[in-house]
């Protein structure tokens, strides 16, 4: 404290000597050209609304220390502008060339709609970072082929086209390049050899970019430091180009959504450092007829189980018309964390080799044809946190053998086609190693008693067990436990029988159906932001509350058809603001209708047959 660095003194600029109170340790004031750059600049932009940056915050002699701004402590030169997410909008003044020195300008998340990127940011020539993504910048990008030490440019998001990418040759540095969402639809074939010129790149994303031609030729591959290539949703629609095997460095290969001939026929193998593989969605969508991706993968997987097993982490076939049985080479690519094959055609049993995948965090099956069992090894999925397996049609039997070592499983979405075909055969007491948050069961059989491994459930904040057979009441504990989170509630198409608890706070549901089964007793006096209520042919009596616009004032549609109500129907139900479907229809309700209707409640269906 007190004492000053001496070398400091000397600097040609400054000087105001911190006195020992100054929380600044630098005695440096910024050069007087650039803190007018900085100035005009703020002139040109809006005034922001409360939310938004305030221009009055640039404020005082020394620019260094403003929000945003960053200096070289030796020159004193401008180097960084960080105005991520200032809700800037207005004009960019090109007095910003002036900041000659600086190397790191971050402009995403701002407003500038209606305007083009800035000609002059292609003359910041000492720029390494340059972050322009979502700004509503649009037009043409402009050529920015003089900034050869950037390292980092990212475009996407914006509202912005190019026809003609031959500048990106002069950003011999780049590193990282992002044009996701960028309209490239003009630039033709050419694209590919500009960006192969960049021998220093490492990640490459250019998805939603209206690509249409992938050239199925390149003279030489250069891009052999290429770690990430994302050219998913495009239009690219030959077969997957030989020279993609020369990007030797590939460990992450994002092809997903485009029309891809036969990809799954592709040597990906010789690619020893995939990691992640993307291959979703590679057939048309409009046209069935050509659907280029179906075929059953034994041929891949057999030789991505010999060659990927140790590197392969993510593997995304989902949305392929593949069939066939799901080899028994899966269970090779020991390293997979994340599978996903939903929406195709496989059939057959999980493979009993899946146990072999003691990495697999996420599993989706959903949407296939599957129609055997799943094995017992499956309890060895020690990892597993999310499990899709979804409309199909499973067979067997579920045990503690499946679920016993699954310790980290936190969201469960199985249902099936076929009616009670998968049974869990559980051990009533039985008491699992995993606490769920979310789980979907519907149309396999669980029951007849709510099971304990169900009722130890604390955690969860989304239940459905839907037609699975239970004929029991709820369990209070439980439910007491849960209400307190609990989101979505679906317990429709059971034998559930009993009193709900009569009064209950549930601060956080929003869907609640427990329609089809055999409560009875009064309404229950719930407090909830509920916005749909099922309780359809039920045994509910007595009346409907008075003041069920105060208990439930966001209910959106309301269902107690099919029930023992009487009474009349209460004048709070006009209240209730958003109400628009009510179902009352099949009970011994007496009363009329409100002789005005409350004309903002958007009722289009009300049954009081
Ligand atoms: C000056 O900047 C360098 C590099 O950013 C840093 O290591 C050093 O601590 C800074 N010196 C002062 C006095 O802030
Ligand atoms: C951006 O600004 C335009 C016009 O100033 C406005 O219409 C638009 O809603 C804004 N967009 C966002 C995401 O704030
Ligand atoms: C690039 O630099 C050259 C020479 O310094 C200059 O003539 C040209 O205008 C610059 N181009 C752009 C787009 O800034
Ligand atoms: C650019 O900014 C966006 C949004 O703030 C961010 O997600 C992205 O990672 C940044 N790009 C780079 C290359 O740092
Ligand atoms: C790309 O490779 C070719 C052939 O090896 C070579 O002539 C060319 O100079 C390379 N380009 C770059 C930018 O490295
Ligand atoms: C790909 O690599 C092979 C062998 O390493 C080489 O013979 C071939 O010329 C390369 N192809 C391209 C397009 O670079
Ligand atoms: C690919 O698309 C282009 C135009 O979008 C079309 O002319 C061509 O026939 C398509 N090729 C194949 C193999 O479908
Ligand atoms: C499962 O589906 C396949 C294909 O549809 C069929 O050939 C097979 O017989 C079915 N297996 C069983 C057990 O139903
Ligand atoms: C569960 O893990 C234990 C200990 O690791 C192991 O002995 C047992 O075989 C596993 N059970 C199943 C069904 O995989
Ligand atoms: C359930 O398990 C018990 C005891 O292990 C067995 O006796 C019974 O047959 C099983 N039920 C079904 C439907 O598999
Ligand atoms: C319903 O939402 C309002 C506003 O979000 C909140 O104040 C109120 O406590 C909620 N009611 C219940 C019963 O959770
Ligand atoms: C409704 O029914 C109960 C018996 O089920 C009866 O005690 C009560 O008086 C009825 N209420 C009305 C308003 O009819």
Redesign the pocket.
């Given at each position: 404290m007190g004492s000053f660095n001496l070398t400091v003194v000397f600097l040609p600029l400054i000087i105001k000597l911190s006195s020992c109170s100054d929380h600044h340790t630098s005695v440096l004031k910024c050069i007087q050209t650039e803190r007018e750059a900085l100035l005009s600049f703020k002139e040109g932009l809006d005034r922001t609304d409360e939310y938004g940056w305030h221009p009055d915050d640039w404020v005082g002699e020394d620019c260094c220390q403003w929000d945003g701004v960053e200096c070289n402590n030796k020159s004193g030169h401008v180097t960084k502008l960080f105005l991520k997410n200032w809700r800037l909008s207005g004009k960019i003044s090109s007095s910003l060339i002036h900041l000659k020195y600086l190397n790191y300008l971050d402009f995403s998340g701002n407003n500038f709609t209606g305007i083009q990127i800035p000609q002059f940011f292609g003359m910041l020539e000492n720029l390494m970072y340059l972050n322009l993504s979502y700004t509503y910048f649009s037009g043409e990008i402009p050529h920015l082929n003089n900034l050869s030490r950037l390292t980092h440019l990212d475009l996407s998001n914006s509202l912005t086209y190019a026809e003609n990418l031959d500048w990106l040759s002069g950003l011999s540095s780049l590193k990282y390049l992002d044009m996701g969402h960028v309209d490239l639809s003009g630039v033709g074939a050419n694209w590919l050899h500009v960006v192969?010129?960049?021998?220093s790149l490492v990640e490459l994303y250019l998805d939603y970019c209206k690509l249409e031609n992938l050239p199925t030729s390149l003279?030489?591959v250069?891009l052999t430091s290429l770690f990430v290539l994302d050219l998913s949703f495009n239009q690219f629609n030959s077969s997957i180009p030989q020279w993609l095997v020369n990007l030797t460095s590939l460990t992450t290969l994002d092809l997903h959504f485009n029309h891809f001939q036969d990809a799954i026929a592709f040597d990906f193998v010789n690619l020893r450092n995939l990691r992640d593989l993307y291959l979703s969605g590679n057939r048309y969508l409009t046209d069935l007829s050509q659907n280029n991706f179906c075929g059953t993968i034994d041929g891949f997987l057999g030789n991505a189980s010999a060659c990927l097993n140790k590197s392969l982490e993510s593997l995304d076939l989902s949305y392929n018309n593949l069939l066939g049985k799901i080899p028994d080479s899966l269970g090779r690519l020991g390293s997979l964390r994340y599978l996903n094959l939903e929406y195709n055609s496989f059939w057959g049993s999980i493979p009993a080799s899946i146990g072999s995948l003691s990495s697999l965090q996420d599993l989706d099956l959903s949407n296939n044809k599957m129609n055997g069992t799943i094995p017992e090894s499956f309890g060895q999925l020690s990892k597993l946190v999310n499990l899709f397996l979804q409309e199909n049609s499973w067979e067997g039997v579920i045990t503690e053998a499946q679920l016993m070592n699954l310790t980290r499983l936190e969201n469960v979405i199985l249902k099936a086609n076929t009616n009670h075909s998968l049974v869990f055969n559980v051990t009533y007491d039985w008491v699992p190693p995993f606490k769920l948050k979310n789980l979907e069961l519907e149309s396999c059989l669980c029951g007849p008693k709510f099971p304990i491994w169900l009722q130890v459930q604390s955690e969860l904040t989304h239940v459905t067990l839907k037609n699975v057979g239970i004929i029991d009441t709820i369990p209070e504990e439980w439910f007491s436990i849960i209400s307190s989170q609990i989101i979505r509630f679906d317990l429709s198409q059971n034998q559930i029988m009993g009193k709900l608890p009569h009064q209950l706070i549930l601060p956080n549901v929003n869907f609640i159906d427990l329609s089809y089964n055999c409560f009875k007793g009064p309404i229950p006096l719930w407090f909830t932001n509920v916005t749909e209520l099922y309780l359809k042919s039920n045994s509910f009596s007595g009346s409907i509350p008075s003041n069920i616009d105060d208990l439930m004032p966001r209910l959106r549609c309301l269902d107690l058809s099919e029930n023992n109500l009487n009474g009349t129907i209460p004048l709070s139900i006009w209240k209730i603001k958003d109400l628009g479907g009510l179902y009352l229809q099949s009970n011994k309700l007496s009363g009329g209708l409100p002789d005005h209707w409350n004309e903002s409640q958007p009722l289009w269906v009300v049954d009081i047959s």
């Open positions: 192969n010129w960049l021998p003279p030489s250069n």
